[in-house]
């Protein structure tokens, strides 16, 4: 293992990463995880990978695992960058990509968070942790914690995908909903992790998941065959993704791997764009949205705790912060399934709403490389999709108009 020690990124603290960690002591920032990348440039090759595992433990460099007996794996795949020829032509795009997270256990890309997180959580001695989420996070800790018999305490909103309930409960997480939003679960969390001294699996509080989530980003540039694409767009709640990719490119970048970053642009739902507006007034950090709520569960995050980490990645690599209107990520959501058959989750139908947008306002240009994470299947949602079936009785006709 190559990690040399945490780091805050607000105030520069240096912490041990051979202790479970926290928030920053000192300004209460997220820490990030420092690696030697002198020496991983010397150790990382790109034909040593032919020979690994076809899943996120191939980058081992770069993850921060000491001893792989303490790998936590529930079968992760390499997911795959899908070209959308036929809606990428009727919109106006030469290469649009989707990379479709929606094949992960537990069908969201919170596996791979939950995978690194879960994995050196147990190489800690960690027995049990608490954690608020707006659904697929509490499902996939609770999946991943279940394999590696750590016990999970999963707060969320009582409006949650009722799926990812099942999923908590299913694997025998300890299941509490609250009256209120993934702010208020997180204050309950704050309690019960102080009065019981278990770990704070909070997002961000644990600077491990960002690892997991940044092998989005070592996957892209592998799949576009260790090149930069020219623009990634990600459905943004409390941008741990965002953030992860960011920080894969920046250490690709440090060993020579590509020299261009992509432009990063953060999608959010226009009743719940705390992050837009931050970057709209050119501001470091956010401001709490009043009354957040969106179509698109998993990115309703009113103050993410991350977000200056987030408005960087986008000011450095030229980027920019899009919202979009919940009936047109429905309508978006229905047009790639009836051109691509890919039935995607509504956060990813954000980004392509996102991404038709900015083509049209011209900042994106037809002939550049774009990439959007389909962060979840579409199958994990299935109230979302309004229909009308025709009913017939058993003797019934069906009728096919020309
Ligand atoms: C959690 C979640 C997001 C937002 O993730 P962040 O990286 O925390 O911004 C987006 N889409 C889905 C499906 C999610 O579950
Ligand atoms: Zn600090």
Not at 13 to 41: E, Q
Not at 236 to 250: D, E, N
Not at 312 to 324: C, F, L, P, S
Request: proline share 5%; glycine share 8%; with cysteine.
């Amino acid at each position: 293992m190559y990690v040399t020690h945490l780091e805050c990124p607000k105030c520069g603290a240096v912490f041990d990463h051979r202790k479970l960690a926290g928030l920053c002591t000192k300004c209460s920032s997220p820490l990030l995880v420092r690696y030697d990348l002198k020496k991983i440039k010397e150790k990382f090759s790109k034909k040593r990978l032919k020979h690994r595992s076809y899943n996120l433990w191939r980058y081992k460099e770069f993850l921060p695992i000491e001893n792989e007996k303490n790998i936590i794996s529930l079968g992760e795949v390499i997911t795959p960058l899908l070209k959308l020829e036929k809606f990428g032509s009727l919109a106006g795009f030469k290469h649009l990509y989707l990379k479709d997270e929606g094949l992960n256990p537990g069908g969201s890309f919170k596996s791979r968070g939950a995978a690194v997180g879960i994995s050196r959580a147990k190489e800690l001695g960690v027995k049990s942790f608490a954690m608020p989420t707006n659904g697929n996070a509490g499902a996939a800790w609770a999946i991943y914690g279940a394999k590696a018999g750590i016990e999970a305490n999963i707060v969320m909103p009582k409006s949650a995908p009722l799926i990812t309930r099942n999923e908590c409960a299913v694997s025998g997480a300890k299941l509490y909903l609250v009256n209120g939003l993934i702010s208020d679960a997180g204050k309950i969390v704050a309690k019960a992790v102080q009065k019981y001294a278990i770990m704070d699996a909070s997002t961000l509080k644990e600077p491990y998941r960002i690892e997991g989530k940044k092998t989005m980003g070592l996957e892209i540039i592998e799949q576009f065959g260790w090149k930069s694409p020219d623009v990634i767009l990600y459905p943004t709640g409390g941008g741990v993704g965002l953030i992860g990719i960011y920080k894969a490119l920046l250490e690709l970048r440090a060993i020579g791997i590509i020299e261009n970053l992509p432009r990063l642009v953060a999608v959010q739902a226009q009743n719940c764009a705390p992050i837009v507006k931050a970057y709209e007034s050119k501001s470091k950090e956010s401001i709490f949205w009043e009354n957040a709520h969106t179509i698109a569960f998993g990115i309703t995050v009113p103050k993410a705790i991350g977000d200056f980490l987030v408005l960087d990645a986008i000011y450095k690599t030229n980027g920019t912060a899009v919202a979009v209107a919940d009936e047109d990520i429905l309508h978006y959501q229905s047009l790639l399934a009836q051109n691509e058959g890919l039935f995607i989750c509504p956060e990813g139908a954000a980004t392509l709403t996102a991404a038709h947008k900015l083509l049209k306002q011209g900042w994106i240009n037809p002939k550049e490389k774009v990439v959007l994470l389909n962060t979840g299947t579409g199958l994990k949602y299935p109230d979302t999709v309004q229909i009308n079936p025709i009913t017939l009785e058993p003797n019934g006709e069906i009728e096919i108009k020309f």
